[in-house]
């Protein structure tokens, strides 16, 4: 399901798209009903073409952002799925062998074959299931392949066996040349590959192949190069019949998947597969299995562990729909039978048979652990895997990921375009005040004058809402595109393709018209609260005499809006009546939405009920206040509770804040001192606490609130507050800073006429200016975030001994081809020199459990093992970010990391039970993202904790208790560059390593070794050795890597990202540079006059020019300069809080594109205050003066 | 008899919009004695403005010639007007129109800046300028916060403060009411008469006019008639 910030997007879209029928139904109403007043709005729209186009372009910024994320999120999505139905063709469901199931790819404990029997079961049962359209056995295995004639090998090609009799239902077969053909048509020796494949090794077909399995080398030819898709997948792919795969395999009679087809073809009815999963899950139950786990379960002493569990919810692992669960599985127990079929599929499911072993383990019913472990194991014979489904319930995921990361950041730019729309608004209404004053004097009413306002804006804001849908598709596939070069050639058949849902589009064009239609409204709002002498005048707005209605006409004023609903109401039923016989019921219709102006209105009333009172300051004083105290009293433990959130916490001492601050200004004023004095301290002091309070360190008030709940949207809100605070402040103390610029650069005396009234315009006019400078700051700092964020990664090239360990090449070999001895194959290897291999270090993974002593965890959850060998253990340079110091020798300096990691690594050398964990497997720093797959974490280390922990005991086993169980002792962890850049495995970087003798603990099987990692002789060129390690150890299907040039390509691709969302974030910017275009087109007509009487006393045109540019530039630079300190600011809290688990991040500022920004943000302000400064420089003076 | 301050002769002014034309100026001869008063009076239309935003350099002319000081402003470009102004000239506007963003005394500052005078310099001749006309108390006010006949004194302030040869004033009263209009012409015949600058105002108040030097009759585009005002005999040089 496709979301948008946790909302289904289908509903929103509907909503929005209600809501914005209605609201334009509204407006077309009330224009029907005075259409006077269209005509005296509309025509104001093509006096000016130049403002015209400007204020269409604002407008449309925001539907332009919203369109342009929901775009990307749409082709993410709609990439991965298409990824995901090319990959797997008809394949709905896949069945695999239970153990499989449990420890995935790597798993080596049990048989991943099925057998024969098995295999007879599986068809019969299906057989009868009428959702089902094929049934498809078949062999898939990693293996080497050689082209005899073009001498190139593909050292990890996925070969397919099919069942050539079963293939119904799975599609056809197409070569490339279009031929439809089949596996059945393949002979005894004879494959396809399809495309991919066959680019890899430059395949033809006729050509001789060479495939290594592990009964040795077997020889191919090639029948045709096929198509992707299907059959075929997306993938490097070599198909043969199941025959010629289960020989090679050594596996007669035995496949290690069977695939299952529903009806509907590739894009299959969705719904359908978890009905055909569940029956499938019911009938591979084992009879006498379920009967016995039901009989152990059944004991009173077994259920109420389980109540008991359920009660207690250690550790919040009961999410509400699991307690459903295990309740439900509870009463079957006390009252069902073990045929029932909800207990069947309840049994199946992991999360609940988890929970019942933790809760019998937690009784300390120890006896009754491993047997209830087994049957639940043994309960399936089969594992059932909806494959398409949660592939493509993954595509909507990732998708809806892209969507909610580019609204966010996008939002400030929203935000920011919304305040310009309101700015235009303002303009538009300062430039019509005469006019409009007029208009009242003569007996228009105020509501006119909105509708007039609102009219206009409506018809500017559904143009600029097309355009801006448009000019947002045209963006995002622009962002696309370098976002496809970023990624670079498509990897595993995964390409972005552009893609836009009809959803999306009409979400987007309606959320962008509504908040433009909101924000016009608004501003039409404000706009008619002139004054109508002042308005004839032009005085400035600042000396409106604030009016307050008398308390008895305020409440009168509720009384009469709470009425109109009924009087509404009233004249519709009327109507009715009266129009019967003309059209009445379509006018009754129109006029039904009245009921939002009503609604505006008793809103309105109630606010004027209260406004007065705001100006003290005590309303918000004590509403803040009690916030504040609410936070600090209510229930910490509790997550859900929405009083101890960050946003609750901040939002309450915000408003305590700012009540401080008008209380202060209240009270200055009413001790006689002037409005001016009052308000510049008071707002001032209100502005200088908030950003105090907002600069914060993250958990600096924790010692008062505790730790608080919060995530993303702390970020967005933070930022605004910031910026806006910083603006108010300086805002109220503009004068310093002119006084500041006329200091230094008054000196200059061409400069000195000029500078003066330059600095002086914008400072006067706080609100415009102010909303500008918020712009500016707002962009900037955003920009500024993401580019030190960035640029922290970066530094990983300086010491790439963090990732790689201090190996040049890793190499990992296939699980079935093992080199049991490396060191000795690079002696005998032709080709290989082992000089050039100074050290050679080997460990292998297993896919274990892990439960960590005196944790609230108590089952054991899953986590890779890796084994190292002792010259592992001596050369990693991998270093730590959290160690036991008392496992550190006397007297080492614990300021040197490499002197410590080193020390750790060898105390794991010297000692065996020693391990050491993954960074990412401890607890995340509040506020993160949790993506990771749930499997076992450390408890009571966070990653953001300092350096010196306590060692703790985990105890180590195989899945599901196979095997023997091994004890060890956590002394570190390694920092989070270790393993990151290890694409091939990304499981390593959630690991637990430890010397390789675990293996003998809780294997019954020896491990083998199937990763290598390399330090190379000085002079070895890695990219040359890679080539030819893999070409010597073809057999074993050896994958060397280059580790530096995985960093760096790594390294590009995030690069490449960030200037994507560098351009996204451009948008923002192109908002604020157009607020300064209409800000100063729209000086240039409110100050004709004075630029006439500039003139007439000896200004040259050139220094008007120069005198509006100095203008803009200053808002610029002001809106620029506090968005770098913020923005620098804010991230180096943010690396503050980073560093503890990224040992090693450095905070730099990245300089070069700081400048680009800024050189960026000033050069564009400039460009467009161009066109208006120079239209005010041409202005003669006397045709200006006749204004007068 | 020396040589007049203002002499502008045949001097010819049309304003086209669209199709209709308006000859505001028609062959207009308008001489000024240095240190004279002339007060050039008209009804409405009648060309009075037109003729002192030509004269003074504001407005471009069709035919005819302008000296000031027996130079010729015909040949000056844009940016050497803008100096002549600067050094040579002052206005006084119906609507003040001091820069509203601007205390008193930085609008009286401003020409003085601009003629690169120090700051220091300016902030005390424009102190003593808002003195002369008796605003001294109010230098730090902004235009709004000032009546509308105390605007029109920092206006005269800062149309003086260069000491300029020549002071245009165009309709200076026009905006007060009769108490004002009487202070703000006493104050310019002071001025007129200490410190000796020609002064040209523009106005349809006959009360206004008759405490000039001379008065200059305007109507469609002509001069009319010329006689004496109440002041005659004062400082202009005969």
């Known amino acids: ?1188 | 008899m020396t040589e007049p301050i203002i002499n502008a002769q045949g001097v010819v002014k049309t304003y086209r919009s669209r199709d209709v034309e308006v000859n505001a100026l028609r062959n207009v001869d308008f001489v000024v004695q240095r240190g004279e008063m002339v007060a050039v009076m008209g009804p409405s239309g009648s060309g009075k403005t037109t003729l002192l935003n030509c004269v003074s350099g504001l407005d471009a002319i069709d035919s005819g010639d302008i000296q000031i000081n027996s130079q010729s402003l015909l040949g000056m470009t844009d940016n050497e007007l803008s100096d002549y102004r600067a050094r040579f000239m002052g206005f006084v506007f119906q609507s003040f129109n001091l820069l509203p963003v601007l205390s008193a005394r930085e609008n009286v500052e401003l020409p003085l800046v601009l003629a690169g005078v120090g700051s220091s310099k300016a902030r005390s001749v424009a102190l003593e300028k808002l003195d002369q006309v008796g605003l001294a108390d109010r230098a730090d006010h902004t235009p709004a916060e000032l009546s509308g006949g105390q605007a029109q004194r920092v206006a005269i302030a800062r149309a003086l403060a260069n000491e300029p040869a020549i002071v245009w004033a165009d309709e200076p009263t026009g905006n007060l009411d009769s108490e004002n209009s009487n202070d703000i012409m006493n104050l310019l015949i002071r001025m007129n008469k200490e410190l000796g600058q020609t002064f040209v105002i523009v106005t349809h108040g006959d009360e206004v006019g008759e405490l000039a030097d001379r008065i200059v009759g305007m109507r469609d585009g002509e001069i009319e008639s010329e006689r004496a005002g109440k002041n005659a005999g004062g400082t202009a040089a005969k």
């Open chain 1, 1 to 1188: 399901m496709r979301e948008f910030f946790g909302r289904d997007m289908e509903m929103l879209a509907t909503v929005l798209a209600i809501l914005l029928i209605i609201s334009l139904g509204t407006v077309l109403f009330l224009a029907f009903r005075n259409r006077i007043l269209v005509k005296l709005a509309l025509r104001n729209i093509p006096r000016r073409p130049a403002q015209t186009i400007l204020i269409v372009v604002g407008l449309m910024l925001s539907t332009t952002i919203i369109s342009a994320s929901l775009a990307i999120g749409d082709t993410v999505a709609i990439s991965i799925r298409s990824a995901v139905l090319d990959a797997l063709g008809n394949t709905d469901i896949r069945i695999r062998t239970t153990t499989a199931a449990v420890g995935g790819d790597g798993s080596i404990t049990d048989d991943t074959y099925l057998q024969p029997e098995q295999i007879q079961t599986v068809l019969d049962t299906t057989a009868g299931n009428s959702n089902i359209d094929g049934v498809l056995p078949q062999v898939r295995e990693i293996l080497p392949v050689l082209d005899n004639r073009t001498q190139l090998t593909e050292a990890r090609m996925n070969v397919v066996g099919f069942d050539a009799a079963r293939t119904d239902g799975f599609g056809p077969i197409t070569t490339i040349d279009g031929q439809q053909t089949a596996v059945s048509d393949l002979a005894a020796g004879e494959v396809f590959l399809n495309e991919s494949a066959a680019d890899e090794i430059e395949a033809q077909a006729g050509d001789s192949l060479t495939l290594v399995s592990p009964s040795g080398r077997h020889d191919f030819t090639l029948r045709a190069v096929v198509r992707e898709g299907g059959l075929a997948a997306n993938d490097d792919r070599l198909i043969m019949s199941l025959s010629d795969m289960q020989r090679i395999m050594g596996r007669e009679g035995q496949v290690n998947r069977i695939d299952v087809s529903l009806l509907g073809g590739r894009e299959g009815p969705a719904d359908l597969s978890e009905e055909v999963a569940d029956d499938l899950r019911i009938l591979f139950t084992d009879d006498a299995v379920a009967d016995q786990l039901f009989q152990t379960l059944s004991d009173p002493a077994v259920i109420s562990a389980i109540e008991q569990r359920i009660a207690d919810n250690p550790g919040n692992t009961i999410s509400p729909s699991r307690k459903t669960d295990l309740e439900e599985y509870v009463s079957l127990l006390k009252s069902g039978s073990s045929e029932s079929e909800r207990f069947r599929l309840l049994t199946l499911n992991q999360a609940v048979s988890g929970q019942v072993i933790a809760a019998v383990e937690s009784a300390g019913l120890s006896d009754l652990v491993l047997p209830i472990t087994f049957m639940y194991f043994q309960a399936s014979t089969l594992f059932i895997d909806e494959l398409k489904q949660s592939g493509l319930e993954a595509a909507e995921l990732f998708g809806n990921l892209f969507t909610t990361f580019f609204s966010i950041f996008g939002s400030f730019s929203i935000i920011v375009g919304l305040l310009l729309i309101f700015l235009v608004f303002v303009m538009l209404a300062a430039e019509r005040a005469a006019e409009m004053g007029i208009a009242r004097a003569v007996g228009t009413k105020r509501r006119h004058l909105v509708q007039m306002f609102t009219f206009e804006g409506v018809a500017y804001s559904v143009g600029a809402a097309i355009i801006g849908t448009i000019v947002g598709i045209i963006a995002s596939g622009g962002l696309v595109a370098l976002l496809v070069n970023a990624i670079g050639a498509a990897d595993d058949g995964f390409e972005f393709k552009f893609s836009l849902t009809a959803t999306s589009l009409i979400a987007g064009f309606s959320l962008g018209l509504l908040l433009t239609l909101a924000t016009v409204a608004v501003s039409a709002y404000r706009v008619s609260k002139l004054n109508i002498v002042v308005a004839i005048r032009g005085l400035p707005p600042e000396f409106i005499p604030s009016e307050t209605v008398p308390l008895k006409q305020r409440f009168q004023n509720i009384g009469k809006a709470l009425i109109s609903p009924l009087w509404l109401l009233f004249v519709l039923l009327t109507d009715r009546v009266e129009d019967k016989h003309r059209g009445g019921t379509i006018r009754a219709f129109f006029r039904s939405f009245l009921i939002i102006p009503i609604f505006w209105r008793i809103i309105l009333s109630i606010w004027q009920m209260f406004s007065p009172y705001l100006n003290t300051g005590l309303p918000q004083l004590v509403l803040g206040g009690l916030g504040v105290a609410a936070t600090v009293i209510s229930d910490r433990t509790d997550t859900d509770n929405f009083f101890h959130t960050s946003f609750f916490f901040s939002m309450s001492a915000s408003l305590f804040l700012v009540g401080v601050g008008q209380v202060f200004r209240h009270q200055i004023r009413n001790r006689g001192y002037r409005q001016e004095v009052a308000d510049r301290v008071g707002f001032t002091l209100m502005g200088g606490l908030l950003l105090v309070l907002w600069l914060l360190p993250f958990n600096a008030l924790n010692w008062l609130t505790g730790e608080l709940g919060g995530g993303i949207e702390m970020f967005i809100i933070s930022g605004v507050w910031m910026v806006a605070s910083a603006v108010w402040v300086v805002m109220y103390n503009a004068d310093l800073i002119a006084k500041a610029a006329q200091g230094t650069f008054g000196r200059i005396t061409t400069l000195r006429p000029i500078l003066k009234p330059a600095i002086a315009y914008p400072t006067s006019s706080r609100f415009r200016t102010g909303l500008t400078v918020a712009m500016f700051a707002l962009v900037i700092f955003t920009m500024m975030v993401f580019s030190i964020l960035n640029n922290l990664g970066t530094n990983i090239l300086d010491s790439p001994d963090q990732a790689t360990g201090g190996f040049e090449v890793r190499a990992e070999t296939s699980q079935e081809l093992p080199i049991s001895d490396i060191t000795t194959a690079i002696d005998a290897a032709p080709g290989l020199n082992r000089a050039d291999f100074p050290v050679i270090a080997s460990s292998a993974v297993v896919f274990a459990e892990a439960r960590q002593e005196g944790a609230e965890e108590l089952r054991f959850l899953s986590v890779p093992v890796v084994g190292v060998d002792d010259s592992y253990l001596r050369n990693a340079r991998f270093e730590m970010s959290h160690y036991d110091p008392s496992y550190l020798p006397a007297g080492i300096d614990t300021d040197d990391e490499v002197a410590v990691s080193r020390a750790i690594w060898d105390r794991l050398l010297a000692d065996p039970t020693l391990a050491i964990v993954s960074n990412s497997l401890l607890e995340q720093s509040a506020g993160g993202f949790n993506l990771g797959p749930s499997g076992f974490e450390v408890e009571g280390i966070a990653q953001n904790d300092d350096e010196e922990i306590e060692a703790f005991q985990i105890s180590i086993r195989q899945p599901l208790g196979l095997g023997g169980t091994a004890e060890r002792t956590v002394i570190a962890a390694t920092t989070a560059f270790a393993g990151q850049y290890e694409a091939e495995d990304g499981d390593a970087v959630r690991a637990i390593t430890m010397n390789a003798t675990v293996f003998d603990e809780i294997s019954d099987w020896p491990v083998p070794f199937t990763t290598h990692r390399f330090q190379l002789a000085d002079g070895v060129d890695p990219g040359r050795i890679t080539a030819q390690m893999e070409t010597a150890f073809l057999d074993n299907s050896l994958l060397a890597t280059d580790m530096i040039d995985e960093i760096q390509d790594s390294l590009d691709q995030n690069n490449a990202f960030t200037r994507l969302f560098q351009a996204f974030m451009g948008l923002g910017l192109v908002v604020g540079v157009t607020a300064l275009g209409v800000l100063s087109f729209r000086a240039v007509v409110e100050r004709r006059v004075s630029i006439g009487m500039m003139r007439a006393i000896g200004y040259k045109s050139r220094m008007i020019q120069v005198q509006f540019l100095l203008e803009s530039v200053f808002v610029t630079v002001l809106g620029t300069a506090l968005g770098l300190g913020l923005g620098a600011y804010l991230s180096w809290n943010l690396v503050k809080d980073l560093r503890d688990s990224f040992d090693g991040l450095n905070y730099s500022i990245p300089w070069l594109s700081v400048a680009v920004i800024v050189i960026i943000a000033i050069v564009a302000s400039l460009l467009t205050t161009l066109i208006p400064a120079r239209q005010a420089s041409r202005i003669y003076p006397s045709e200006a003066l006749r204004y007068e």
